[in-house]
């Protein structure tokens, strides 16, 4: 071999080698997407209502970044629960904080580059008692925070501030690293994926799993409800539901529940892990189930057994991880109705079908919205379109909810023959539209749904109840099973055991009082809300003959 040719060989094996080096020093692909952005965030040692939190990222000399509060969008909470937020000194040469002129947020400035590492506390103000909704008693609104004996729960963004790039521009990161403190003796219930559990770090993409969850910690007892994607995992605080036995019962209810939604909405998108904080609600001054949910976390405040009302309050928790997350009305679309009222239908449906509230007791509690909604004032006036702009969120709610009762009866009716009933339009809602890709439905989307499964036009239906302001009448939903009445005498369709004589009587007794409930219902709404009984449509007694000649259903 010639010199210059082993010369060249030489260059080559060199060259080789010097690349393997170089691979070697670079940065794993887990690394090269590793979020520069890590929270820290740990309860003060003198104060549990203060929580520390750090944020840390790379700035460069010169470079702007801005800190702010993240908005959530629309909330029922009051101004004057927001907490505080108190900066530490500024002690790091590598960059300058200040406030930013309007207000909205803070800005800082890199002064030497490199790591810039903020301090602050967030300041929850307690000792208020829990807020109530006054327009619907059946539901209590849950604190917004909580810092009890053995239990803290707060929302991620009432903590964590987002840091962004220019007001109005890209955040820094859709990813971040999340490191919690419990207090010693603690442990956390987060829905986000552990990167490393002694140390309690969380890897967190997207700026919904990051800002909108609960972040709780205390003295829990975690149960594993389901291991199939996404993985449900409930936290039961202090002594809540007695022994073990009770805690995986109430469980397996959980299970029960969210099996069902999913059977109709289908999977949830964009969700791998779910978490559910399970409290004694009278032990924080909650005297009747209430409930609240994030982007993949729920909080129950009940107390007992998860049956009855609880599991109502439970399946209205569940099904908002879709209704308020994924499959959510365009504005102005004049659907927000159906987001609003479907929960307070669907929550007693879904209980009682999963055998966990009694169908007659379901029928009773959404007589509880029905008259709520006759007993607003602006009943008998205002259309749902004018109600979404006019505030009135508890008419919107209720009369929502009784508009999503008729569907439930006319759908299933006019579907000649086919399997068309609520449930499979709650899917269909589902499964076409995807918040989080950009698509929400309108009323007209709803409309052509319904029309496509029966074949006939909808528009002259909504026309009366959605933008006019017709009253929608018992009778359009209850005499029928959309709440389980019809499982109400027997648990099962068997016939009652016993004397053949005696058991077909009591069972038509049953039957018939069952029946007289819609009568009795009637009564007192007219009594409750002194309705003018010689007014044409209060309670129409057939309320489709001017749609072509149908037949009440």
């Known amino acids: 071999m010639s010199a210059s040719r082993t010369e060249n060989v030489r260059r080559v094996v060199c060259a080789l080698a010097a690349s393997l080096v170089l691979l070697a020093c670079l940065p794993s692909p887990a690394a090269l997407s590793a979020p520069s952005l890590e929270y820290g965030l740990k309860p003060s040692d003198g104060d549990p209502t203060v929580i520390e939190v750090t944020v840390s990222f790379d700035i460069k000399q010169g470079e702007q970044l801005f800190l702010r509060r993240f908005d959530p969008g629309s909330s029922s909470w009051e101004p004057d629960v927001e907490p505080t937020i108190e900066f530490e000194p500024d ?8 406030p930013l002129p309007d207000g909205s947020g803070w800005v800082v400035t890199g002064k030497s580059g490199g790591k810039a590492e903020i301090d602050y506390a967030v300041r929850f103000q307690t000792g208020a008692p829990p807020l109530k909704r006054e327009d619907a008693p059946q539901a209590p609104l849950p604190p917004r925070y909580l810092f009890g004996d053995g239990l803290t729960v707060f929302r991620s963004h009432d903590a964590i501030l987002s840091v962004w790039k220019a007001p109005g521009a890209a955040p820094l990161s859709d990813s971040a690293t999340v490191r919690l403190h419990p207090p010693s003796g603690q442990k ?9 559990s002694k140390q309690g770090v969380y890897t967190v993409a997207g700026q919904e799993a990051l800002f909108q969850q609960f972040i709780t910690w205390g003295r ?67 005297r009747e189930p209430a409930s609240d949910t994030m982007f993949q976390s729920v ?53 009682a079908r999963a055998g966990l509230m009694s169908g007659n007791l379901a029928y009773s509690g959404f007589s509880d919205v029905y008259a709520g909604y006759l007993e607003d004032a602006d009943a008998r006036t205002m259309s749902l379109s004018a109600t979404e702009e006019s ?20 759908l299933p009716a006019e579907s000649q023959g086919a399997t068309r009933d609520i449930d499979w ?19 007209a989307d709803i409309s052509e749904i319904l029309e496509n499964a029966t074949g006939r036009s909808w528009d002259k239906y ?27 005498a027997q648990s099962s369709n068997e016939v009652p ?36 009984l010689t007014m044409p449509k209060i309670l129409p007694d057939d309320d489709f003959d001017d749609e072509g000649g149908d037949q009440p259903v």
């Open 425 to 443: 339009l709650v899917g269909r809602v589902a499964e076409g539209f995807d918040a989080l890709e950009g698509e929400r439905y309108t009323l």
């Open 299 to 351: 909080v129950l405040f009940t107390d007992g057994a998860l049956e009855d009302s609880n599991a109502a309050s439970a399946t209205r928790a569940l099904f908002w991880l879709w209704n308020g997350w994924t499959m959510l009305p365009r504005s102005g679309g004049g659907a927000e109705w159906f987001q609003q009222g479907m929960p307070w239908l669907y929550c007693y449906r879904v209980a």
């Open 462 to 488: 909504f026309a009366g109840r959605v933008r006019g302001d017709d009253l929608i009448g018992a009778d359009e939903f209850s005499s029928t099973d959309v709440f389980g009445v019809s499982t109400v």
């Open 188 to 196: 956390a219930l987060m829905p986000w994926p552990l990167q490393d």
């Open 91 to 98: 002690s790091n040469p590598a960059y300058s904080l200040e």
């Open 497 to 532: 055991r016993g004397s053949g004589k005696n058991a077909w009587i009591l069972l038509i007794v049953a039957i018939v009082i069952i029946l007289l409930i819609p009568v009795v219902l009637s009564a007192y709404v007219r009594r409750s809300v002194k309705l003018d």
């Open 391 to 410: 505030g009135n969120d508890s008419l919107l709610r209720d009369k929502g909810a009784a508009l999503c009762a008729s569907i439930a009866v006319r």
């Open 220 to 286: 829990l007892d975690t149960i594993e409800v389901r291991k199939s994607k996404p993985t449900l995992t409930a936290g039961f605080a202090g002594d809540y539901g007695g022994d073990g036995e009770d805690r995986q019962r109430y469980a397996d209810a959980l299970s029960t529940l969210y099996g069902d939604l999913e059977g109709s909405l289908g999977a949830r998108p964009d969700a791998d892990l779910v978490t559910v904080l399970v409290a004694p609600g009278s032990a924080f001054g909650i």
